[in-house]
């Protein structure tokens, strides 16, 4: 799960770059948007990745009720 936090970095970073692009846009449609392929598939990539690993993770989740329950007891 720490490697799925991790690649929202990524996710964050192209989405910046893609807006950055769309700002430089003229009022009609120009060829800069050919820039935003690369991007975007690799947003659509890593994000179908991320999700299958946590329905990985969350199909198979067991928790200790009584030491998640002590654990928020205790605040840690």
Avoid: W
């Amino acid at each position: 799960m720490e490697l799925v936090r991790g690649k929202a970095g990524r996710v964050f970073g192209h989405l910046m770059a893609l807006l950055a692009t769309m700002k430089g846009l003229p009022l009609a449609y120009n060829k800069d948007m050919q820039e935003d392929k690369e991007a975007l598939f690799d947003i659509v990539d890593t994000v179908n990745a991320s999700l299958a690993v946590t329905a990985t993770v969350l199909r198979n989740i067991r928790l200790n009720e009584a030491r998640a329950r002590a654990a928020a007891r205790m605040g840690t």
